[in-house]
C-alpha cells in the first residue's frame, strides 16, 4: 500500500486541491440525505388482513381464515403460518426465510388470495401486505373544534385536508379516524320477503351488486367503422334503486322497494377518536420507502395554517405526535456525541505528542473519514438514522487510530533525524502493512452478519456498511492524507530530536512491568486465564434482551373491558382514563381511538380495534424522563376502578419486544383448554411475568342458533339460507357498492322489524323464513341458546392452538423466559398436547444463536486475513488471543453500568473482534521487521513493545474517550448506540492492558516451543 504514499507526496497539489472537492461536494450532498428514524427493514413476513364486520370468531374463522390458510399453505419458500381470528377480523401472517424473493413471495401470495376469494363471504376484501416499519403513521394529527361540529368537519376533511397531505412528496397513505362515514342501507321486512318465495338474500345481493355496471360485450361493423359494444346499468339514486326488479309473481314485478327500506344512514362500522378530551378527527400519515421523514413533518407543519383557515371556524389542527421531531433530536444528539468524542480524541493526541500541529494532521482524519463515509451514503441512497449514526459515531473512535499510528511513527523519524519527505514516506511505508491488516480486520467482522442472516443482520447491516465506508475511508486519509499534511505542518526543528534507543517516560514505566511478564512467563499466562475465568463466571449476571426502551418520548394505553362491551360503555369508561391522563404534568398530548379502522397499522389497527378496546397514544413532555414519567401514568391508571384493564407500554405501539408467547398444541379441542389451563396457572406462577393472558381463556357469551338438519329439509330450508336471514337481522352485511349523489357508497343489507329496535333471542325464534310450502319461524327448524364462544381463536400451521403471553416486568428477557421453561417443564399437561416457547423469546434465541455463529466466523476471517499479513500460521494465532480477553474488560463494564446483553451489545462484541487484535497487529509487525533484521528474539520483542506503547495508548485512549459520550447515553438514539459503547469501551480497556503484556509473553512461548520442536531458531521468515 505504500506505493498510495509516494504517489500522494509526488502530487501534493493534486491531493490538497481532491480534498478541496471533497469537502465541497459534501456541504451540496449531506443535506439531501434522507432522514429517518431506522432504516428500511423488509421482514420476511406478508400479512393477509380481512374485515367481516360483526361476525363472530368462530364464523370468521370458518368463512374467512380457514380458506384462506388452505389457499396460502402451498406457497413456495413458506416457513411458518400463523393466524389470529377475532370479532370481524381474520390476520393471517405468513413468515418466510429471511434472504427469500419476497416480491416473488408476495405475487404468490396475491394468486392464492385471488383464488380464494369466490369462496369467501359477500363483501369481504383481502388486503395482502409485505410488513415493513414505512407502514407505521410517521405523524399523527388532530383535527377539533368547540362544540359539536366534528361530524360535520369529517367530509370537509376527506375533502381538503387528506388529499393535500396525499400530495406531499414521500407520502404514501393518509387514512381518517372518527370520520362518520356513511353507507347506504338496504332494510328488508322480513314479512314481506317471506311472501314471495322467489326472492331470498342471494337474489337480493345479485341485484344490489348490478344495479350499476358497465361491461364490454364485443364491437359491430358499421359503414366501415368498427364500434366497441358496451352494456351498461346504472341506478344512480334512491328511486331508481327502489324500482330495481326483483321477481315476476302473479301479482307482478317485485321490486327492492316492494320487499326493503332504502335510506342514507351513518356507517355502523367506525372509529371514534377524541384528542385531550374532545372529539376529534384523527389523521395517521405514512411515508412510502424512499420518503423523508423529516421534510414530510416540515411541509405538514407548513400547510397547517393555510389548511385550518379552509376548515374555518374555530377548527384547529393539532399534532398529536410527530416522529420526526424523535429523529431530528436523535440525529441531532448523536452529532454532538460524535463532536465532543472527536474533541477528547484530539485532546489525547496532543497530551501524548505535545505538539499542535501534530495534533492537526492526525485530527484531519475525522473530519475527512466522517465526510468519505457520508459521500458514500448520498451516493447509495441510503438514509441517516440511529442506526447509521450510530455507526458514524462508533467509527469516530476508531478512524483517527490509523492516522495516529502513522503520525507517531512520522513523528519519531524525524525526532530520530531524517528530514521531512523523508520521514513522511518512511513513517508512513513502515507502518502501512499493519494499519491495512487491522483496517481489514475491523471491517471483515461484518462479513458474516451477510451470510447468518436474521433479525439481527437485517437491523445492523446499515451499521456495518456505515463503519465500513469510514474505516476504508480513513485508511487512505492515513496513507494519503496525513502523509502529505505533515510535509507541510511538520519538520526536525519543530519536533526536536531523541535518542531511538533512550526509554520515555512511559516506556520507563512500562519496561519493568514487561521484563518481569517475559521472565515469568507461565506465572503471567495463568494470571490472566483466572481473570478471564472470573470475568466469564460474571456472565450468568447479565440481564438479556432484545432492545433497550427506545427513548421515545411516548406511551400506549390501552384500556380493554369485557369483551361484547359496545361503543358508548367504552367511551365512558374512557373518559375516566381521559379525566386521570389530563391531570398527570408529565403528559403533553393524547389521542384515544375506539372501534376498527379496517387497516393493519395504526390507530384502531390490526385484530386489537373493537369495540370493547379503547388505545391511546399518549405524549410526554420532552423534558421528562420515560422511565419516570411511565411509572407516574402507571400508578395514576392503577387507581382507577371499574374501568376495565388497562396496561401502559412505551412507544407507540409498534410491536412489543418484552412479550412472551407459550404456544399450547393438541387436536383434541378438550385436551386444548385442560393445557391452556395448566400453562396459564405455570407463567401466572413465575414472579416476573406480567399482564398473563390466554386467548383460548378469553370468552363472551353469543348466541348460537343450531339448526336441526331433519326440520330444516322438511321445511324447505338449509343452513346458508337460515344463516343469511338471521345475518340480515343482526346487522347485517356488506354486499357490493353503489353510486349516488352522496358519492361512492357501500350498500349494507340488513333486516328491518318495525317496534323492535334490538333483536333478541325470543324474537330470533320467531324469524319467519321462506319454506317449500310457506314460511316457517326459525324456532322451527333450529335451536337458540346462549353459549360461551371464544374471543380470539389462533392458529399455527393451520391447527388450532391456545397462547398464553406475558410481558418482562423488568429489563431481563432471558431470565424470565428461563423461569417459564422450568414452570412450564414442572407443569402437568394432558396427554396428546405439547407447548413451545414463541414470541420474544424465540426472536432473543434465535439472535444470540445467528451472532454467535458471526462471531466465530468472523474470529477465522480475522485469522485468515492476519496469516495472509504474516505469511505464517503460528503467529496470527497469538494475536487471536487477545480476543477472548477481551471480554474481561466487557463483562463487567455490561453489569457496572447496568447495560442488558441484547442485539445492540452483540454487534458490539463482534465489532470488538476485529478492533482488539489491531493493537496487537501493530506490535507484532515491528517484532517481525526488528526479526528480520536479524535480532534476538526477546530484544525484538521488547524493542517492539517499548516502540509501539505510544501509539497503542494513544489509539485505544484516543477511542475510549471518543465513545465515552455514547456510553453515557444521553442521546435519544441511545437505546441502539449506548450498549454498543459499552461493550467497545470495556473490552477494549482489558484487551489494551492485557495486550502490551500477554501478548508478548504468549509470543515467546510460542517462538520457544517452535525452537524446541524444531530443534532451531524460530524464524519468521518460515511461510505458512
Given at each position: 500500500m505504500s506505493w498510495?504514499?509516494?504517489?500522494?507526496l509526488a502530487n501534493?497539489?493534486?491531493?490538497?486541491?481532491?480534498?478541496?472537492?471533497?469537502?465541497?461536494?459534501?456541504?451540496?450532498?449531506?443535506?439531501?440525505?434522507q432522514?429517518?428514524?431506522?432504516p428500511?427493514?423488509?421482514?420476511?413476513?406478508?400479512?393477509?388482513?380481512?374485515?367481516?364486520p360483526?361476525?363472530?370468531?368462530?364464523?370468521?374463522?370458518?368463512?374467512?381464515?380457514?380458506?384462506?390458510?388452505?389457499a396460502?399453505?402451498?406457497t413456495?419458500?413458506?416457513?411458518q403460518?400463523?393466524?389470529y381470528?377475532?370479532?370481524?377480523?381474520?390476520?393471517?401472517?405468513?413468515?418466510?426465510?429471511?434472504?427469500?424473493?419476497?416480491?416473488?413471495?408476495?405475487?404468490?401470495?396475491?394468486?392464492?388470495?385471488?383464488?380464494?376469494?369466490?369462496?369467501?363471504?359477500?363483501?369481504?376484501?383481502?388486503?395482502v401486505q409485505?410488513?415493513?416499519?414505512d407502514?407505521?403513521p410517521?405523524?399523527?394529527l388532530?383535527?377539533?373544534?368547540?362544540?359539536d361540529?366534528?361530524a360535520e368537519?369529517?367530509?370537509?376533511?376527506?375533502?381538503t385536508?387528506?388529499?393535500?397531505?396525499?400530495?406531499?412528496?414521500?407520502?404514501?397513505?393518509?387514512?381518517?379516524?372518527?370520520?362518520?362515514?356513511?353507507?347506504?342501507?338496504?332494510?328488508?321486512?322480513?314479512?314481506?320477503?317471506?311472501q314471495?318465495?322467489?326472492?331470498?338474500?342471494?337474489?337480493?345481493?345479485s341485484a344490489?351488486?348490478?344495479?350499476?355496471?358497465?361491461l364490454?360485450?364485443?364491437?359491430i361493423?358499421?359503414?366501415?367503422?368498427?364500434?366497441?359494444?358496451?352494456?351498461?346499468?346504472?341506478?344512480?339514486?334512491?328511486?331508481?334503486?327502489?324500482?330495481?326488479p326483483?321477481?315476476q309473481?302473479?301479482?307482478?314485478?317485485v321490486?327492492?322497494?316492494?320487499?326493503?327500506?332504502?335510506?342514507?344512514?351513518?356507517?355502523?362500522?367506525q372509529?371514534?377518536?377524541?384528542?385531550?378530551g374532545?372529539?376529534?378527527i384523527?389523521?395517521?400519515i405514512?411515508?412510502?420507502?424512499?420518503?423523508?421523514?423529516?421534510?414530510?413533518?416540515t411541509?405538514?407543519?407548513?400547510?397547517l395554517?393555510q389548511?385550518?383557515?379552509?376548515?374555518?371556524g374555530?377548527?384547529?389542527?393539532?399534532?398529536?405526535?410527530?416522529q420526526?421531531?424523535?429523529v431530528?433530536?436523535?440525529?441531532?444528539?448523536?452529532?454532538?456525541?460524535g463532536?465532543?468524542?472527536?474533541?477528547?480524541?484530539?485532546v489525547?493526541?496532543?497530551?501524548?505528542?505535545r505538539?499542535?500541529?501534530?495534533?492537526?494532521?492526525?485530527?484531519?482524519?475525522?473530519?475527512?473519514?466522517?465526510?468519505?463515509a457520508?459521500l458514500?451514503i448520498?451516493?447509495?441512497?441510503?438514509?441517516?438514522?440511529?442506526?447509521?449514526l450510530?455507526g458514524?459515531?462508533?467509527?469516530?473512535?476508531?478512524?483517527i487510530?490509523?492516522?495516529?499510528v502513522?503520525?507517531?511513527?512520522?513523528?519519531?523519524?524525524?525526532?530520530?533525524?531524517?528530514?521531512?519527505?523523508?520521514?513522511a514516506?518512511?513513517?508512513?511505508?513502515?507502518?502501512?502493512?499493519?494499519?491495512?491488516?487491522?483496517?481489514?480486520t475491523t471491517?471483515?467482522?461484518?462479513?458474516?452478519?451477510?451470510?447468518?442472516?436474521?433479525?439481527?443482520?437485517e437491523?445492523?447491516?446499515?451499521?456495518?456498511?456505515?463503519?465500513?465506508?469510514?474505516?476504508?475511508?480513513?485508511?487512505?486519509?492515513?496513507?494519503?492524507?496525513?502523509?502529505?499534511?505533515?510535509?507541510?505542518?511538520?519538520?526536525?526543528?519543530?519536533?526536536?530530536?531523541?535518542?531511538?534507543?533512550?526509554?520515555g517516560?512511559?516506556?520507563?514505566?512500562?519496561?519493568?512491568?514487561?521484563?518481569?511478564a517475559?521472565e515469568?512467563r507461565?506465572?503471567?499466562?495463568?494470571?490472566?486465564?483466572?481473570?478471564?475465568?472470573g470475568?466469564?463466571?460474571?456472565?450468568?449476571?447479565l440481564?438479556?434482551?432484545?432492545?433497550d426502551?427506545?427513548?421515545?418520548?411516548?406511551?400506549?394505553?390501552?384500556?380493554?373491558?369485557?369483551?361484547?362491551?359496545?361503543t358508548?360503555?367504552?367511551?365512558?369508561?374512557?373518559?375516566?382514563?381521559?379525566?386521570?391522563?389530563?391531570?398527570v404534568?408529565?403528559?403533553e398530548?393524547?389521542q384515544?381511538t375506539?372501534g376498527?379502522?379496517d387497516?393493519?397499522?395504526?390507530?384502531g389497527?390490526?385484530?386489537?380495534?373493537?369495540?370493547?378496546q379503547?388505545?391511546?397514544?399518549v405524549?410526554?413532555?420532552?423534558?421528562?424522563?420515560?422511565a419516570?414519567?411511565?411509572?407516574?401514568?402507571?400508578?395514576?391508571?392503577?387507581?382507577?376502578?371499574?374501568?376495565?384493564?388497562i396496561?401502559?407500554?412505551p412507544g407507540?405501539?409498534?410491536?412489543?419486544?418484552?412479550?412472551?408467547?407459550?404456544?399450547?398444541?393438541a387436536?383434541?379441542?378438550?385436551?386444548?383448554?385442560?393445557?391452556n389451563?395448566?400453562?396459564?396457572?405455570?407463567?401466572?406462577?413465575?414472579?416476573d411475568?406480567?399482564?398473563?393472558?390466554?386467548?383460548?381463556?378469553?370468552t363472551?357469551?353469543?348466541?348460537?342458533?343450531?339448526?336441526?338438519?331433519?326440520?330444516?329439509?322438511?321445511?324447505?330450508?338449509?343452513?346458508?339460507?337460515?344463516?343469511?336471514?338471521?345475518?340480515?337481522?343482526?346487522?347485517?352485511?356488506?354486499v357490493?357498492?353503489?353510486?349516488?349523489?352522496e358519492?361512492?357508497?357501500?350498500?349494507?343489507?340488513?333486516?328491518?322489524?318495525?317496534?323492535v329496535?334490538?333483536?333478541?333471542?325470543e324474537?330470533?325464534?320467531?324469524?319467519?323464513?321462506?319454506?317449500?310450502?310457506g314460511?316457517?319461524s326459525l324456532?322451527?327448524?333450529?335451536?337458540?341458546?346462549?353459549?360461551?364462544?371464544?374471543?380470539?381463536i389462533?392458529?399455527t400451521?393451520?391447527?388450532r392452538?391456545a397462547?398464553?403471553?406475558?410481558?418482562?416486568e423488568?429489563?431481563?428477557?432471558?431470565?424470565?423466559?428461563?423461569?417459564?421453561e422450568?414452570?412450564?417443564?414442572?407443569?402437568?399437561l394432558?396427554?396428546?398436547?405439547?407447548?413451545?416457547?414463541?414470541?420474544?423469546?424465540?426472536?432473543?434465541?434465535?439472535?444470540f444463536?445467528?451472532?454467535?455463529?458471526?462471531?466465530?466466523?468472523?474470529?477465522?476471517?480475522?485469522?485468515i486475513i492476519?496469516?495472509?499479513?504474516?505469511?505464517?500460521?503460528?503467529?496470527?494465532?497469538v494475536l487471536?488471543v487477545s480476543?477472548p480477553?477481551?471480554?474481561?474488560?466487557?463483562?463487567?463494564?455490561?453489569?457496572?453500568?447496568?447495560?442488558s446483553?441484547?442485539m445492540?451489545?452483540?454487534?458490539?462484541?463482534l465489532?470488538?473482534?476485529?478492533?482488539?487484535v489491531?493493537?496487537?497487529?501493530v506490535l507484532?509487525?515491528?517484532?517481525t521487521?526488528f526479526?528480520e533484521?536479524?535480532?534476538?528474539?526477546?530484544?525484538?520483542?521488547?524493542?517492539?513493545?517499548?516502540?509501539?506503547?505510544?501509539?497503542?495508548?494513544m489509539?485505544?485512549?484516543?477511542t475510549?474517550?471518543?465513545l465515552?459520550?455514547?456510553?453515557?447515553?444521553?442521546?435519544?438514539?441511545?437505546?441502539v448506540s449506548?450498549?454498543?459503547?459499552?461493550?467497545?469501551?470495556?473490552?477494549l480497556f482489558?484487551s489494551?492492558a492485557l495486550?502490551?503484556?500477554?501478548?508478548?509473553?504468549?509470543y515467546?512461548?510460542?517462538?520457544?516451543m517452535?525452537?524446541?520442536?524444531f530443534?532451531?531458531?524460530?524464524r519468521?521468515?518460515?511461510?505458512a
Amino acid at each position: 500500500m505504500s506505493w498510495f504514499t509516494r504517489m500522494a507526496l509526488a502530487n501534493r497539489s493534486v491531493v490538497a486541491l481532491a480534498v478541496v472537492a471533497i469537502i465541497l461536494l459534501s456541504i451540496f450532498a449531506v443535506p439531501r440525505i434522507q432522514q429517518e428514524l431506522i432504516p428500511e427493514i423488509e421482514f420476511p413476513v406478508i400479512t393477509v388482513f380481512t374485515r367481516l364486520p360483526d361476525a363472530s370468531p368462530e364464523e370468521v374463522e370458518q368463512t374467512l381464515t380457514i380458506p384462506l390458510e388452505t389457499a396460502i399453505q402451498g406457497t413456495q419458500g413458506l416457513d411458518q403460518l400463523d393466524s389470529y381470528s377475532t370479532e370481524g377480523t381474520s390476520v393471517i401472517i405468513a413468515q418466510f426465510g429471511f434472504g427469500a424473493d419476497l416480491d416473488q413471495a408476495l405475487v404468490d401470495m396475491e394468486e392464492a388470495v385471488s383464488r380464494a376469494q369466490a369462496r369467501l363471504p359477500q363483501g369481504s376484501q383481502p388486503q395482502v401486505q409485505a410488513i415493513n416499519v414505512d407502514q407505521f403513521p410517521v405523524m399523527q394529527l388532530a383535527v377539533t373544534t368547540e362544540g359539536d361540529g366534528v361530524a360535520e368537519l369529517g367530509a370537509q376533511v376527506a375533502r381538503t385536508v387528506a388529499p393535500e397531505f396525499e400530495s406531499i412528496d414521500g407520502v404514501a397513505a393518509v387514512t381518517l379516524t372518527g370520520v362518520e362515514s356513511r353507507e347506504l342501507r338496504v332494510a328488508v321486512r322480513p314479512q314481506a320477503l317471506a311472501q314471495v318465495p322467489q326472492v331470498n338474500p342471494t337474489a337480493l345481493f345479485s341485484a344490489i351488486q348490478t344495479a350499476n355496471v358497465s361491461l364490454p360485450a364485443g364491437s359491430i361493423t358499421q359503414d366501415g367503422l368498427v364500434l366497441p359494444v358496451t352494456v351498461t346499468s346504472a341506478a344512480d339514486s334512491l328511486a331508481a334503486l327502489r324500482g330495481l326488479p326483483l321477481a315476476q309473481t302473479d301479482a307482478g314485478t317485485v321490486t327492492l322497494g316492494d320487499v326493503a327500506e332504502l335510506s342514507v344512514e351513518p356507517s355502523s362500522a367506525q372509529t371514534i377518536t377524541r384528542t385531550n378530551g374532545r372529539d376529534s378527527i384523527g389523521i395517521s400519515i405514512a411515508k412510502t420507502r424512499d420518503g423523508n421523514v423529516v421534510d414530510i413533518a416540515t411541509e405538514v407543519e407548513a400547510l397547517l395554517p393555510q389548511l385550518e383557515e379552509r376548515l374555518g371556524g374555530d377548527a384547529q389542527i393539532v399534532t398529536v405526535s410527530n416522529q420526526a421531531e424523535f429523529v431530528e433530536q436523535s440525529i441531532s444528539s448523536m452529532w454532538e456525541e460524535g463532536i465532543i468524542g472527536a474533541f477528547f480524541a484530539v485532546v489525547v493526541i496532543f497530551l501524548f505528542l505535545r505538539h499542535f500541529r501534530s495534533t492537526i494532521v492526525a485530527g484531519i482524519s475525522i473530519p475527512l473519514s466522517v465526510i468519505g463515509a457520508l459521500l458514500i451514503i448520498w451516493g447509495g441512497g441510503t438514509s441517516l438514522n440511529i442506526l447509521t449514526l450510530g455507526g458514524l459515531t462508533i467509527a469516530i473512535g476508531r478512524v483517527i487510530d490509523d492516522s495516529i499510528v502513522v503520525l507517531e511513527n512520522i513523528y519519531r523519524h524525524l525526532q530520530e533525524g531524517e528530514n521531512v519527505e523523508t520521514a513522511a514516506y518512511e513513517g508512513t511505508k513502515e507502518v502501512s502493512a499493519a494499519i491495512t491488516a487491522s483496517t481489514l480486520t475491523t471491517v471483515a467482522v461484518f462479513l458474516p452478519l451477510g451470510l447468518v442472516g436474521g433479525i439481527s443482520a437485517e437491523f445492523f447491516r446499515p451499521f456495518a456498511f456505515t463503519v465500513t465506508y469510514a474505516l476504508v475511508a480513513s485508511l487512505f486519509v492515513a496513507l494519503i492524507v496525513v502523509p502529505v499534511v505533515a510535509t507541510w505542518l511538520l519538520s526536525k526543528r519543530s519536533v526536536g530530536s531523541r535518542d531511538p534507543h533512550k526509554p520515555g517516560g512511559l516506556q520507563r514505566a512500562y519496561l519493568p512491568a514487561l521484563n518481569w511478564a517475559l521472565e515469568h512467563r507461565a506465572i503471567t499466562a495463568f494470571g490472566a486465564i483466572a481473570v478471564f475465568v472470573g470475568a466469564v463466571a460474571l456472565a450468568p449476571f447479565l440481564s438479556t434482551n432484545l432492545l433497550d426502551q427506545s427513548g421515545e418520548n411516548v406511551l400506549t394505553v390501552t384500556q380493554e373491558l369485557p369483551v361484547g362491551t359496545g361503543t358508548a360503555e367504552t367511551l365512558k369508561a374512557a373518559e375516566a382514563v381521559e379525566s386521570e391522563l389530563a391531570s398527570v404534568d408529565a403528559v403533553e398530548t393524547y389521542q384515544m381511538t375506539v372501534g376498527s379502522s379496517d387497516q393493519l397499522f395504526g390507530p384502531g389497527g390490526g385484530f386489537g380495534g373493537s369495540s370493547s378496546q379503547a388505545q391511546f397514544v399518549v405524549v410526554l413532555d420532552k423534558e421528562v424522563e420515560l422511565a419516570e414519567a411511565e411509572h407516574e401514568v402507571r400508578e395514576t391508571l392503577a387507581s382507577l376502578d371499574g374501568v376495565g384493564d388497562i396496561s401502559v407500554q412505551p412507544g407507540s405501539g409498534g410491536g412489543d419486544l418484552s412479550q412472551l408467547e407459550v404456544r399450547i398444541f393438541a387436536d383434541d379441542p378438550a385436551v386444548l383448554r385442560e393445557a391452556n389451563q395448566a400453562a396459564l396457572a405455570a407463567v401466572s406462577s413465575v414472579p416476573d411475568a406480567g399482564n398473563v393472558s390466554s386467548n383460548l381463556n378469553q370468552t363472551r357469551p353469543q348466541l348460537q342458533v343450531s339448526v336441526r338438519p331433519a326440520d330444516a329439509v322438511a321445511a324447505g330450508t338449509d343452513p346458508s339460507q337460515i344463516a343469511s336471514t338471521v345475518r340480515l337481522l343482526l346487522g347485517g352485511m356488506i354486499v357490493g357498492q353503489v353510486q349516488l349523489e352522496e358519492g361512492d357508497l357501500p350498500v349494507r343489507l340488513t333486516a328491518d322489524i318495525p317496534g323492535v329496535p334490538e333483536p333478541t333471542p325470543e324474537l330470533l325464534s320467531q324469524v319467519p323464513l321462506p319454506g317449500a310450502a310457506g314460511q316457517v319461524s326459525l324456532g322451527q327448524v333450529a335451536d337458540i341458546a346462549v353459549v360461551d364462544g371464544p374471543v380470539q381463536i389462533t392458529h399455527t400451521g393451520g391447527r388450532r392452538t391456545a397462547t398464553v403471553t406475558a410481558e418482562a416486568e423488568g429489563q431481563d428477557l432471558g431470565a424470565l423466559s428461563s423461569e417459564i421453561e422450568t414452570a412450564m417443564a414442572a407443569a402437568d399437561l394432558p396427554e396428546g398436547a405439547r407447548w413451545e416457547l414463541g414470541g420474544a423469546s424465540e426472536m432473543l434465541n434465535e439472535v444470540f444463536v445467528s451472532l454467535g455463529i458471526a462471531m466465530s466466523m468472523a474470529v477465522l476471517i480475522v485469522y485468515i486475513i492476519m496469516v495472509g499479513t504474516f505469511r505464517q500460521l503460528l503467529g496470527p494465532l497469538v494475536l487471536l488471543v487477545s480476543i477472548p480477553f477481551a471480554a474481561i474488560g466487557a463483562v463487567p463494564m455490561l453489569l457496572v453500568t447496568r447495560t442488558s446483553l441484547g442485539m445492540p451489545s452483540l454487534i458490539g462484541l463482534l465489532m470488538l473482534i476485529g478492533i482488539v487484535v489491531t493493537n496487537a497487529i501493530v506490535l507484532l509487525d515491528l517484532v517481525t521487521q526488528f526479526r528480520e533484521q536479524g535480532m534476538e528474539l526477546l530484544e525484538a520483542v521488547r524493542e517492539g513493545a517499548r516502540r509501539r506503547l505510544r501509539p497503542i495508548l494513544m489509539t485505544a485512549v484516543a477511542t475510549i474517550l471518543a465513545l465515552t459520550p455514547m456510553a453515557l447515553g444521553l442521546s435519544e438514539g441511545a437505546f441502539v448506540s449506548r450498549p454498543l459503547a459499552v461493550v467497545v469501551i470495556g473490552g477494549l480497556f482489558s484487551s489494551t492492558a492485557l495486550t502490551l503484556i500477554i501478548v508478548p509473553v504468549l509470543y515467546t512461548s510460542a517462538e520457544r516451543m517452535k525452537q524446541r520442536v524444531f530443534g532451531r531458531s524460530a524464524r519468521v521468515e518460515e511461510s505458512a
